[in-house]
């Protein structure tokens, strides 16, 4: 006898980048899936789905997380931050994204709203970081245009900025 599938729907509170919203959701919907369709954040890239690019990064409840293997369900009673919720009240750039332009670290911007979220992550613990412990921070990511060097000077120069240190570029070889 063939058994038969019943759909099962739940309803999920959270808080969206600074705002209280539910949604009835399929209980087996990624968190991508919930936030690029029912909320439109569109920084949400939907790439291997499978945890491994770094690309539908998202913050939950200060720490990063690829909400592609990430329930919606598990979102109840969570603080849930996409790159739009980086964006001051007249539309400017948070510091890490400006310096993401500066520092020219995108290229195509596919990886850029995960690789920015995870960095959020990484400046709001206050620490400071050596290069190599950034590289391997920042490793859960894939960008295919090969911007790694201009992604950690950007999230350095950040870091720096934020810790009240000055840093320069090292010099290079003549």
Known sequence: MAEKHVMQYKTV????NGK???????????LTDLLRNDFRMTSVKKGCEVGECGACNVLIDGEAFNSCIYLAVW???KHIRT???????NGELS??????VDEAAIQCGFCTPGFILTAVEILESGKEYTDEELRKLLSGHLC????????????????????????TEPSSPS
């Not at 209280?20 to 990624?30: H, M, W």
């Not at 790159?83 to 009240?89: F, K, Q, T």
């Not at 245009?145 to 009240?164: F, H």
Request: hydrophobic share 35%; proline share 2%; net charge positive.
């Open 95 to 100: 510091d890490i994204q400006q310096a993401f």
């Open 83 to 89: 790159l739009e919720g980086l964006l001051g009240p």
């Open 144 to 167: 295919r245009c090969t911007g790694y060097q201009n992604i950690l000077r950007a999230v350095k120069k950040t870091m720096y900025r934020r810790l009240g240190k000055e840093w």
């Open 20 to 30: 209280d919203v539910e949604r009835t959701v399929d209980v087996r919907a990624s």
């Open 13 to 16: 509170h959270f808080n969206l």
């Open 75 to 77: 979102a109840e009673g």
